[in-house]
Nanobody, 117 residues
Framework: QVQLVESGGGLVQAGASLRLSCAAS????????MGWFRQTPGKEREFVAS????????VYADSVKGRFTISRDNVKNTVYLQMNSLKPEDTAGYFC??????????WGQGTQVTVSS
């Protein structure tokens, strides 16, 4: 059974940093793109960042560009999201996802990030 498990969320003050982790089990995703998304109540899930299978290409939403960094360790089957200079508007549930056949089809349960002003 494929599982993606996020961790590393929490409550921090504006300007602080957090590093989210997403550990995959049940299969290897070393050949798949991985991504991070976020969602707040009443809003649609939005794209945050993605990374190709070898880390060669990363893509970021404009709202996080320059502050967040996505990376991966294919040996550990884990993807990370380093979040710096956090803002209250970054408050959301953060979800990791794994791509298959061009779509993100595997999803974790999410980890909450709350940034206080």
């Amino acid at each position: 059974q494929v599982q993606l498990v996020e961790s590393g969320g929490g409550l921090v003050q504006a300007g602080a940093s957090l590093r989210l982790s997403c550990a995959a089990s049940g299969r290897t995703f070393s050949s798949n793109a991985m991504g991070w998304f976020r969602q707040t109540p009443g809003k649609e899930r939005e794209f945050v960042a993605s990374i190709t299978w070898n880390g060669g290409i990363t893509v970021y939403a404009d709202s996080v560009k320059g502050r967040f960094t996505i990376s991966r360790d294919n040996v550990k089957n884990t993807v990370y999201l380093q979040m710096n200079s956090l803002k209250p508007e970054d408050t959301a549930g953060y979800f990791c996802a794994a791509e298959s056949s061009g779509r993100f089809v595997y999803w974790g349960q999410g980890t909450q990030v709350t940034v206080s002003s």
